[in-house]
């Protein structure tokens, strides 16, 4: 058999992807079993403007894993792919494009224009992303792939919209918003971000009281606003303003009375205890203002610069400048009382990374509670949507949906799905699924459609379902009966709000069906720095660079090596570490396929009777509880316990063992020396056991299927490579498909055939020449000596040594194995013990007592000198409360070491003195 010597990942990567794309793998009508289960999940969309990055792999990989797993265990398995339109992303894009290349704006253009030029934008640059997605090895049905801004799911989208407006849960308004003055668009709350300054100020500000000789003060982070104030509240129990409620206050800067009102919302405790209100600019005094009927002045332009109403003064004035001349007039007039420092929490779009302003403004709402009792009830009464972790999403799901206020859907943005509404000259307002449909509601054609779009994350409320072809008009198809609800949603703790719960909401309102059974929450990859990845701190690590490096498989699997949920500092020591793990599959196998001949991949060489040895009862044992450990662990989306258990059996239980110990039956030919007659030596060329190289052959060919989902590359690339491999090996579902690892039969393990004797024998056999092995370690004997191994145990488990004398002697490099109840050696002996017997080697004649006495206590003293570094370390309480956690662990973790390490020492000069 022809196998290049090392593992080229990126020739591996090179065919493969497109021949299962061709071959039409990836679809559900590959499975040919009539009466197959489904098993169905829709990606998370990613942004059309987006390129891969680390998020994406970990999410995507989690996914592929999951849909490989089903589809070789016969299920009728749909992953079905798309991208978002992205709005807010896509228009900064075009907008900049055309700035760069046009010199103009999107109004100099006009709509329409801008538009085209949108859509040019997203056809040239819009599929870098899903052949990347081809790159990781997703194996997503692309015939099915979606994007939210096709013709299907944009009537979906219209649908919804008119229905929700004529049942009265949309409706259009003038509230207070976030308002980002940098995208010149509203955003919802759950993409408003709480960023925490320790610069900030809290000026204290004095109002004249009317008629009274009087001054209130109020405290403020945003004195700007103090322009747009219609009232002062104070809490009516407050005893230090009882006397001037009603009255009014002459507002500084302003040719205005505004009245003092009391509101039990004031904290009486907070600054000092009176408030300024600003109906206008902040929620709370939105509230505030609708119970008093107070005025409501917008005092910005939606820059955030100051208007008209802000007085001449200050119009034209961005914020922060307006904020300095505020406190410098209220200075020069005597009414600053002071400035402090404040910690405050400044509320910032997650996207462009300004402070938002709250702002009063007439935009389009969605009225939450009925749908948000949809979501909740399902929870409940079904614990529906499962989460894993549980904690904390599944009480954070439900916090936000009882505390949810009415969604604000309308954005101030192009790109993006139109509102579906109409105006006629009058102003009156037609809801309709097309402008002829407007049209004949209004008995006229002089309409003019609201210029504003949805929120991007309308449309993705409704991809649970609008993917599968529901688009209102049509509320039936074979996919939506086939593939909803999904089974499992792979997405970010950080949308748990964004979309998971609107989707839950969304798709049980309009199909009667919840979206998903299950919620995996994965946790965030961080840099290597240990903070969230960005581009402004540089310390992102892009996947396709992995890729590269290490190869597509070893990233795949390291990612799938993460606690679920957990967070993980990026470290290229650990992808390594996988990338070592291909290597070495690569390489036992290529040694088992050299050693072939007369083999085929066979699954009743598995099957063993009582006279199989104890070395091939234990493989077949150890393979069948990983498979059983796999799937267990896979069905609980605990990835990192299935790659440790396969990562564990291949490595240690296949390669560092099992080859070892059967490698004298595999290999092309044996060799033992006789001297003849004369004294000459002669060779005798043994035959090889076919039997032992079928077996080994058809194991590598098991944990090749299981390692498939996370490392499809290199197991395709084994597996064709494998003698006897054909679809013959498929599960069922698959038997005329051409052949492939990824149709497999995916290994389901059998308890019937876990041998725990042949285990714990094994084990045992194990645990001696391992004893040995690190007494030839630290006593430094060369590998050519060869010492004799002392063993005391009980009768039954020398039967067992007995047995396997002779692996013992090849793999512990001994010359000869004793066997006793008891050890009866001289006191130079090096001594181990393990959990049926006792160790020991004579040290005569292996090594120089004398200088290896020397080199024992030289390096204990070593390390009880570090020891008592550390300990110094750990005794200050100073270093122990302010150092990084993981560096302090880390030192525990080094004197643990140590502890472990001077034992063994003073065992070894103890029996050398």
């Known amino acids: ?274 408030v300024k209100v600003t109906p206008a600019h902040d929620p709370n005094d939105y509230e505030i203002g609708l119970r008093h009927n107070l005025a409501q002045i917008v005092v910005m332009n939606d820059d955030a610069t100051m208007n008209a109403n802000a007085g001449a003064d200050f119009d034209g004035l961005d914020r922060y400048k307006a904020r300095a001349l505020v406190i410098e007039r209220f200075e020069e007039l005597g009414l600053l009382e002071k400035i402090e420092d404040y910690e405050i929490s400044l509320p910032t779009c997650e996207r462009c990374k300004n402070v938002i302003e709250p702002l009063l403004s007439e935009q389009w709402f969605c009225r939450m509670d009925e749908m948000r009792d949809l979501a909740l009830d399902l929870m409940r009464a079904e614990k529906s949507p499962q989460f894993y972790p549980e904690v904390p999403n599944e009480k954070v799901y439900t916090a936000w949906l009882e505390n949810l206020r009415d969604w604000t859907i309308s954005r101030q943005l192009w790109w993006g799905h139109q509102i579906p509404a109409w105006y006629d000259r009058a102003g009156n307002v037609f809801v309709a699924h097309s402008f002829e449909e407007a049209a004949r509601a209004a008995g006229t054609t002089e309409l003019k459609q609201d210029p504003d779009t949805l929120d991007t994350w309308f449309s993705s409320a409704l991809w649970a379902f609008s993917t599968f072809g529901w688009d209102g008009r049509t509320t039936a198809t074979d996919d939506l009966d086939a593939f909803l609800p999904t089974d499992v949603l792979v997405t970010g703790r950080d949308i748990i709000f964004l979309w998971v719960s609107r989707m839950v909401m969304t798709t049980l309102k309009f199909t009667g069906k919840k979206p998903f059974d299950d919620v995996v929450i994965t946790g965030t990859v961080l840099g290597k720095d240990g903070k969230p990845m960005s581009k402004s701190r540089k310390n992102g690590v892009d996947p396709l660079e992995m890729f590269d490096k290490f190869g597509v498989d070893a990233t795949r699997i390291y990612l799938a090596s993460i606690a679920t949920g957990a967070d993980i500092r990026w470290n290229d020591l650990l992808i390594e570490t996988y990338r070592n793990f291909a290597n070495k599959i690569w390489n036992a196998t290529r040694f088992c396929l050299l050693n072939s001949d007369g083999a085929r991949v066979d699954p009743a060489s598995l099957v063993l009777d009582e006279t199989a040895s104890i070395a091939d009862k234990w493989i077949v044992s150890r393979l069948n509880e990983t498979a059983l450990g796999v799937n267990e662990a896979l069905d609980r989306y605990e990835f990192h316990t299935a790659v440790s258990l396969l990562y564990h059996f291949f490595w240690d239980d296949f390669c560092d063992w099992y080859i070892e110990l059967v490698k004298d039956d595999i290999t092309f030919a044996r060799l033992s020396a006789e001297d003849d007659e004369d004294g000459l030596s002669t060779w005798e060329v043994l035959t090889p056991q076919t039997e032992a190289r079928t077996r080994i052959v058809t194991i590598i060919e098991q944990a090749l299927r299981m390692l498939h989902p996370f490392m499809p590359y290199l197991t395709e690339e084994l597996w064709q490579k494998l003698p006897g491999t054909s679809n013959d090996l498929h599960n069922p579902a698959y038997s005329s498909a051409e052949a492939t690892v990824m149709l497999a039969d995916f290994p389901a393990g059998d308890r019937a055939r876990i041998d725990a004797r042949a285990g714990a024998e094994m084990q045992a056999v194990i645990d001696v020449i391992s004893k040995v092995r690190n007494i030839r370690a630290e006593m430094q004997i060369k590998p050519s000596d060869k010492p004799t191994i002392h063993v005391a145990a009980s009768a039954e488990w020398q039967q067992v040594f007995r047995a396997n004398e002779a692996p013992i002697l090849k793999l512990a490099r001994a010359d000869k194995l004793v066997l006793d109840t008891a050890l009866n050696v001289p006191k130079a002996s090096a001594k181990a013990v393990t959990t049926v017997a006792e160790v020991a080697l004579p040290l005569e004649g292996l090594i120089d007592f004398e200088k290896e006495i020397a080199r024992l206590e030289n390096q204990l003293g070593k390390l009880e000198t570090e020891h008592a570094r550390l300990d110094a370390q750990l005794a200050n309480a100073n270093f122990v409360e302010r150092a990084p956690v993981e560096k302090v662990q880390g030192i525990r973790d080094r004197v643990a070491e140590i502890d472990t390490q001077v034992r063994a020492l003073r065992q070894n000069l103890e029996a050398l003195k």
Not at 71 to 86: C, K, S, Y
Not at 97 to 114: D, M, N, T, V, W
Not at 133 to 141: F, I, P, Y
Not at 235 to 253: H, K, M, S, W
Request: glycine fraction near 6%; include cysteine; aromatic fraction near 8%.
């Open 1 to 274: 058999m022809e196998i290049a010597k090392a593992y080229n990942p990126q020739e591996a990567e090179k065919s493969h992807y497109r021949r299962w794309e061709e071959q039409g793998f990836f679809t559900p009508e590959i499975n040919k079993n009539p009466a197959a289960e489904k098993y169905s999940i829709v990606i998370p969309p990613p942004n059309v403007t987006g390129s891969l990055h680390m998020g994406h792999a970990l999410q995507h990989t989690l996914m592929d894993v999951l849909v490989r797993r089903k589809r070789m265990q016969g299920f009728r398995t749909l992953w079905l792919p798309g991208t978002d339109h992205a709005a807010i992303s896509v228009q900064r894009k075009v907008v900049e494009q055309l700035r760069e290349e046009e010199g103009k704006s999107p109004h100099e253009i006009g709509r329409a224009a801008f538009l085209e030029r949108a859509w040019a934008w997203k056809e040239k640059y819009g599929s870098t992303i899903t052949e990347q997605m081809r790159r990781e090895g997703a194996s997503v049905d692309w015939t099915r792939s979606r994007f939210t801004m096709d013709e299907s799911l944009s009537r979906a989208v219209r649908e919804v919209f008119c229905r929700l407006y004529a049942e009265g849960w949309i409706y259009r308004g003038r509230r207070i918003v976030n308002w980002c003055p940098h995208d010149k668009t509203v955003i919802s709350d759950a993409e408003v971000k709480d960023e925490k300054r320790k610069d900030g100020q809290l000026v204290y500000l004095k109002y004249p009281v009317k008629g009274d000789d009087r001054l209130l003060t109020v405290a403020t982070t945003r004195p700007e606003t103090m322009l747009g104030d219609t009232a002062v509240a104070v809490n009516p129990a407050d005893e230090r303003y009882r006397d001037l409620i009603g009255q009014t206050v002459a507002l500084p800067l302003t040719n205005r009375e505004i009245p003092i009102v009391a509101d039990e919302y004031v904290d009486s405790e907070f600054g000092t205890g009176a």
